[in-house]
């Protein structure tokens, strides 16, 4: 590197500094600023560099849902055992930059992508050059994405190419996905794969899509098992099959009101380059299918990239005990008990996400408030409308949840069709009276279990919406 290059760098990365003190001191700058001010000033040399300075390296977390809470769970596991620097929450290299600018010895950085033209993931992996890369679920999302068409295989192939360049580390993946399961058998020749999965008494009776086809070949793939919507035990004609899980979650049981889970693995640790082994029963809180998996992606990524196997077992057991308090990222789902009701609340803006809050209530659900999709979102709302009639539900309150009321109308007028349903034509701008309808709908009902939830902005709405809960 040139000596003008190293000076154009130390100065970005002390006016970028300086950004973050003072994004600190002040409230909503957003925390990707700082890394968009060390990208303004600096180029591409400087991240590079600037990425190379954490001691251990830094791991990538991707996937459609369960991302954040992935990420948050990884954190907490590795912090215990050495200096991480996590950044949660983001869709931006600025995010990743602002995250790399807290000297670490691993970096843990989430990033969600959406398409390869507002993202680039594969610029992204050249850059970083991550020592992991880890996957969570990919499922069919928004159908549109800032106003343009996103085709799945397009989506698909964006999560795919973040891992792409990747020439040494570990890429995470979920076996019982096929989509991640068959990235990670494509980069088995390059790098080193974790796999994680299921093995346990779960069967999915209503999954959202009837059949899924083989990311290989795509012809319909043959299911021994379903989990969870995609998920499960699968093989293909064409010889391609869930590969056998390295982590895995080989029972759960119900005990009071606590899960008791075992957790078994055997898998490569990248910084003391030997194999770790793992085989723990641990009591966790009833989180849900979604977040088990969530969970053991976490510990599977702890495994691979702890620079301390010592001590696995009590760092772990340590973790599941602080679950209780485990605070949820925003617009995430979130039970409240009001007086002798149990209202269910947040963002469910995709059919895997609002099944994963619906079967929190495992079929005592009463009452929906349901934000709906926007126009041209009718794929969503299909989903939506596959879970929401294998649910209890009696009746449901409609709201627009994103800018089209005529759409939201659209979709009530379907609706009405099989439930007892109401509809509450209140735009976005009036997001406060929106609010105000959606907290008298709920307290005032004489229905014992609620839950709202569906599509919506997550600061503006969902957060909003539950801290007024909450006072
Ligand atoms: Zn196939």
Redo the contacts with the bound molecule.
């Keep these: 590197m040139l000596k003008s290059q190293v000076i154009r760098c130390k100065i970005s990365q002390g006016f970028a500094q300086l950004a973050k003190y003072l994004v600190k001191l002040g409230k909503g700058m957003g925390t990707s600023f700082p890394g968009y001010l060390y990208l303004k000033l600096g180029d591409y040399h400087c991240l590079r560099k600037l990425a190379q300075e954490t001691t251990i390296g830094n791991i990538i977390f991707t996937g459609t849902n369960g991302k954040t809470t992935t990420t948050k769970m990884a954190c907490m596991l590795l912090s215990k055992d050495t200096l991480t620097s996590c950044t949660f929450d983001s869709n931006t290299l600025n995010a990743i930059a602002t995250g790399l600018l807290s000297p670490s010895e691993l970096g843990l950085f989430e990033y969600g992508i959406r398409d390869t033209r507002n993202s680039f993931p594969d610029l992204v992996c050249e850059l970083i050059d991550p020592i992991g890369v880890v996957y969570t679920t990919i499922s069919r999302e928004h159908t549109l994405v800032a106003g343009r068409k996103n085709p799945f295989e397009k989506y698909f192939k964006a999560k795919e190419l973040l891992s792409a360049p990747m020439k040494r580390g570990i890429v995470v993946c979920n076996a019982d996905d096929p989509r991640t399961a068959y990235i990670g058998r494509k980069k088995e020749s390059d790098t080193l794969v974790t796999y994680y999965g299921l093995e346990a008494d779960f069967l999915d009776k209503d999954p959202l899509t009837a059949n899924i086809s083989?990311p290989?070949?795509?012809?319909d793939?043959n299911y021994q098992k379903r989990y969870f919507n995609h998920r499960g035990l699968y093989n293909?004609?064409?010889?391609?099959s869930r590969p056998k899980p390295q982590v895995k979650i080989s029972s759960i049981t119900q005990k009071h009101q606590k899960w008791e889970i075992e957790i078994k693995g055997k898998t490569y640790n990248y910084p003391s380059q030997k194999n770790v082994s793992l085989n723990l029963v641990v009591e966790i809180p009833i989180l849900g299918l979604h977040n088990l998996y969530n969970l053991l992606c976490a510990v599977a990524t702890y495994l691979s990239f702890t620079p301390n196997p010592a001590k696995i077992k009590e760092t772990i057991l340590e973790t599941c005990s602080q679950l209780d308090n485990f605070e949820l990222p925003p617009g995430r789902f979130e039970i409240f008990q009001f007086k002798d009701k149990m209202i269910g609340m947040g963002q469910g803006d995709n059919g895997d996400a609002l099944k994963a809050n619906i079967q929190l209530f495992s079929g005592k659900e009463e009452v929906l408030v349901y934000l709906t999709p926007d126009e041209g979102e009718d794929l969503i709302f299909q989903d939506h409308l596959n879970v929401i009639n294998s649910s209890t539900f009696k009746k449901i309150h409609v709201f627009p949840g994103r800018e089209s009321v005529s759409a939201a109308e659209k979709y009530y007028n379907t609706l009405k069709e099989s439930f007892e349903a109401e509809f509450h034509p209140i735009s976005n701008r009036n997001i406060k009276q929106k609010i105000n309808e959606i907290i008298d709908i709920t307290t005032q009902s004489p229905s014992q279990f609620l839950v709202v939830s569906g599509c919506g902005p997550e600061h503006l709405l969902w957060d909003k919406l539950k801290s007024r809960f909450k006072s």
């Design positions: 083989c290989h070949c795509n012809i793939l293909c004609k064409c010889g391609f």
